[in-house]
């Protein structure tokens, strides 16, 4: 198992079962904001040729602060191991979100990452031609 898989292995977020009374799912706008965050860091990792890899959904747990505990890729394993582009795209994913952590909520609502301890961005290679 790579180093990558060990330290994005899925995990069990009893955060989410804590948070309360259920919220309106975040906008794509909002999904917007947050990964915006991250993307100049992820479009400084990944060079034009891996431009034809698949999108990359990451899943982040958050702390009520924006830091982020934990960030995994979303059902990606299969294409991870077998497309060595793809693997390039989903680490610069990954390791923009982390550089950008603590992510800063959506203007007019601080309590954002209380309501919503998880979430996944979505990350398109493509969008950069």
Known sequence: MSDHRRR????????ALLAGPAFADP????LEFLASQARPAW????????????????VLSLRPDGKIDTARL??????YERDPRFQVVADAAVRALLQASPLTPPPGHPDF???NPQLTLNFDPRSMR
């Open 8 to 15: 994005h292995a899925p995990v069990l977020l009893i955060s």
């Open 27 to 30: 906008s794509a706008g909002e």
């Open 43 to 58: 479009l400084r990792l990944v060079e034009a040729k891996h431009a034809k890899a698949e999108p990359v959904e990451v």
């Open 74 to 79: 979303s059902g990606a394993e299969d294409r």
């Open 113 to 115: 990452f209380s309501n």
